[in-house]
């Protein structure tokens, strides 16, 4: 999709902007939370941590102070700057902006007191906090800093923030403070966006930056239950995959099933991952907005790329795009080129 129709096909929306963090450890295990039964958004499906984007606390002035305090490599990353934002901004992505970081609510706010990129992280690290307890800190140079080095107090302090954070998104911001460090932002590297489908039945629809983050160890995982389940799984992705299709009980949103096929195979270490997730992630992304075409007989979800997926697709009609005339028999064979066939 090109970058300028994206970006002004992205200005009337009628979504909301989000982030989700994609938590890998040793054994490539990717960690998946179960939604909640009562969710108004893909219910009992696993899902990566994040969720929506709030101007006010996550791309919020009141984070500058605490970054020029640690000062270092972070600052310089995460405050314009005199150099201007695109200079500053290619310090995370030098090539594709996916419309988030350009046209969204990130990039929108004005004054513009963070880069779009910095204020994503702070939101899928503040969701990712307050949705399992795990908290990434970085020092002042943007090294992170081992949780078992900061965290001295007992277990419930720790939850009593997560539950503050969770009441008061600002009380994220007092975290650092009161700890001296910073987000540990250099650890997310950009992995992919998506765009709610407009044909979901569903009227919540959420524009998402997903970054990847690989952790030494996997963590005690610390779920809100007003959100989640109570259950998670630290899975390699063909194991996801395979359950997702054995087992009816275990659902994928579309996005994470994707995402995981995408990461099955990927690298044979937590090492290459995290450099191929570094090099990738410098390249920049674009967006992802599945498309539904249906046949005489058959429907077919098209991604980006996919045979048959239009030139400029209508973000917000929610039609979808009437393949009848080409025929079933010339759809099949199109089928190695569109991604999930109903």
């Not at 009562?38 to 696993?46: G, I, L």
């Not at 941590?49 to 996550?58: K, L």
């Not at 389940?229 to 099933?257: C, K, M, N, Q, Y």
Request: charged letters at 20%.
């Amino acid at each position: 999709m090109k970058r300028a129709s994206a970006a002004a096909a992205t200005a009337a929306r009628s979504w909301r902007d989000s982030a989700s963090l994609i938590l890998v450890t040793e054994g490539l295990r990717v960690l998946l939370l179960k939604r909640a039964a009562k969710s108004s958004f893909f219910a009992n499906a696993r899902v990566f941590p994040g969720g929506a984007f709030d101007p006010g606390v996550d791309a919020s002035a009141d984070w500058l102070p605490l970054f020029r305090a640690n000062g270092g490599r972070s600052f310089a990353a995460w405050h314009p700057g005199a150099d201007g934002l695109a200079a500053q901004a290619a310090q995370f992505a030098s090539a594709r902006r996916a419309p988030i970081f350009e046209s969204g609510a990130a990039a929108s706010v004005a004054p513009l007191a963070l880069l779009p990129e910095v204020a994503l992280r702070i939101c899928a690290l503040r969701e990712t906090f307050e949705e399992c307890g795990l908290l990434l800190a970085a020092d002042g140079d943007g090294n992170r800093v081992p949780h078992d080095t900061w965290a001295s107090g007992p277990e419930l302090r720790l939850a009593e923030w997560q539950s503050a954070v969770k009441q008061d998104g600002r009380e994220f911001l007092r975290l650092f403070s009161s700890l001296g460090l910073c987000p540990d932002l250099h650890s997310l590297y950009e992995w992919s966006n998506w765009l709610t489908p407009s044909t979901l039945s569903s009227p919540r629809r959420f524009d998402t930056a997903f970054f990847l983050c690989c952790l030494p160890a996997a963590f005690q995982v610390r779920l809100d239950l007003a959100e989640m389940s109570g259950e998670h799984d630290w899975l390699p992705p063909v194991e996801a995959i395979d359950r997702f299709h054995s087992e009816p009980a275990f659902s994928l949103s579309p996005p994470t099933l994707y995402e995981l096929a995408k990461l099955a195979g990927q690298a044979d270490s937590l090492q290459s991952l995290e450099a191929f997730a570094k090099h990738r992630g410098r390249l920049g992304t674009e967006l992802y907005f599945p498309v539904l075409g249906v046949g005489q007989r058959l429907a077919f979800t098209m991604h980006p790329g996919d045979c048959r997926y239009p030139a400029s697709p209508d973000f917000n009609s929610g039609r979808h795009v009437d393949l009848g005339g080409i025929g079933d028999d010339q759809l099949m064979r199109d089928r190695p080129a569109n991604r999930i066939v109903h």
